[in-house]
């Protein structure tokens, strides 16, 4: 199945630091979201981005969709032990009157202390 | 917030036995659920698009004799893996979608077949 490209894989970092991942599609999507998933349970919507160029903001959470609709970032700052976890993002495609999610491919942070 | 629920939350099964997973929204009524797989340390791959009332609209690649949908009420979807096998051992996860909203995700299900 079609899926996203993420990037980097994995990151390991000192607590305090900051944390940037991105996604890329060759597809255009009209929103783009961002999801953690911690060991053993189902993803939780960190960000959601519905316009080109959106610059939003979620406590320490940063995340801005592309203007060309086919990428978006997430910037984590400051980061914390419990920031550990899979980071997806996730870009929406209108289907008929359901909106499907195509995931990307993770990107898995390791905090240390 | 929005509560999705699944049971069992893990189950292991022989081989050649059926599986059925329960998907609930507990506290809305979902227009549409999703069911999805993820195999280790790879991304949820989306199986089928549930509708209540209808056929379940199956991504490509994945059987729909294999994979039975039913989504009785706006409330619940049962995903059941007919005649497993090893290799459809995995974490299946559902997610609610209320039209306009955002999808809610259950907290998985992890499959394993002996």
């Known amino acids: 199945g079609q899926q996203l490209n993420q990037s980097p894989q994995s990151m390991f970092i000192q607590e305090g630091e900051d944390v940037s991942m991105n996604c890329t599609s060759s597809?255009?999507?009209?929103?783009w979201l961002w999801y953690k998933q911690d060991p053993g349970e189902g993803p939780v919507l960190l960000i959601a981005?519905?316009?080109?160029?959106e610059l939003t903001s979620n406590g320490r959470l940063t995340a801005q969709f592309g203007i060309t609709r086919k990428d978006s970032f997430l910037n984590i700052s400051a980061s914390i032990p419990s920031d550990v976890g899979i980071y997806f993002c996730?870009?929406?495609?209108?289907?008929?009157?359901?909106?499907?999610?195509?995931f990307g491919t993770g990107t898995r942070l390791q905090v240390f202390p | 917030g929005a509560v999705v629920s699944q049971h069992p939350s893990w189950v292991i099964c022989k081989s050649g036995t059926s599986v059925k997973i329960e998907c609930r929204s507990l506290?809305?009524?979902?227009?549409?659920m999703f069911w999805y797989r993820q195999f280790p340390k790879q991304s949820l791959m989306l199986m089928a698009t549930?509708?209540?009332?209808?056929?379940?609209?199956?991504e490509q690649g994945v059987e729909k004799d294999k994979f039975l949908i039913n989504h009785a009420s706006l409330t619940l979807s049962t995903l059941t893996v007919t005649s497993a096998h090893p290799e459809d051992s995995s974490f299946y996860i559902c997610?609610?979608?209320?039209?306009?909203?955002?999808?809610?995700f259950g907290p998985g299900t992890r499959l394993t077949v002996l």
């Open positions: 981005l519905y316009k080109a160029g």
């Open positions: 997610s609610a979608y209320l039209t306009g909203n955002e999808q809610f």
């Open positions: 506290d809305f009524q979902a227009t549409t």
């Open positions: 996730a870009g929406q495609l209108p289907t008929y009157n359901t909106d499907k999610l195509i």
């Open positions: 597809s255009i999507f009209n929103t």
């Open positions: 549930s509708n209540e009332g209808s056929k379940a609209t199956y």
